[in-house]
């Protein structure tokens, strides 16, 4: 068990920020079409982590056009560039998944003055 922590702690990125749910994220993923690399960045509110260590991921969903679109992330993944923090939420569960409803106003989170 030791041995599996070991070889996965190599991987792991150091210089996350810290977030949590309800936070509103700008996630920079490098994307690779045919010989020609870009950055494209994902901004939109995190509403579900899952898993820990090597495999966590980070689920977030942002609203374009009236549109919903979720995109789950693996934190440590070498495809993702950045994950910068723009705004802490204040949200009372672990899963938001109740907001995939919500439409408009009521698809809000407060935000968290202070720590």
Do not use: W
């Not at 936070?23 to 982590?49: C, H, M, P, S, W």
């Not at 969903?61 to 723009?86: L, Q």
């Amino acid at each position: 068990m030791d041995l599996v922590k070991t070889l996965s702690e190599q991987y792991l990125k150091p210089e996350l920020p810290p977030m949590n749910v309800g936070d509103t994220v700008r996630v920079t993923v490098r994307i690779k079409e045919g010989n020609r690399e870009r950055n494209q960045v994902f901004e939109g509110l995190i509403i579900a982590k899952k898993h820990g260590g090597i495999n966590e991921t980070i689920t977030v969903r942002r609203i374009t056009y009236n549109v919903g679109c979720e995109k789950v992330f693996p934190v440590h993944s070498p495809t993702i560039v950045s994950i910068d923090t723009v705004r802490r939420g204040k949200v009372r569960r672990a899963k938001l998944y109740y907001l995939r409803g919500k439409v408009g106003k009521k698809a809000r989170v407060k935000e968290r003055i202070g720590s």
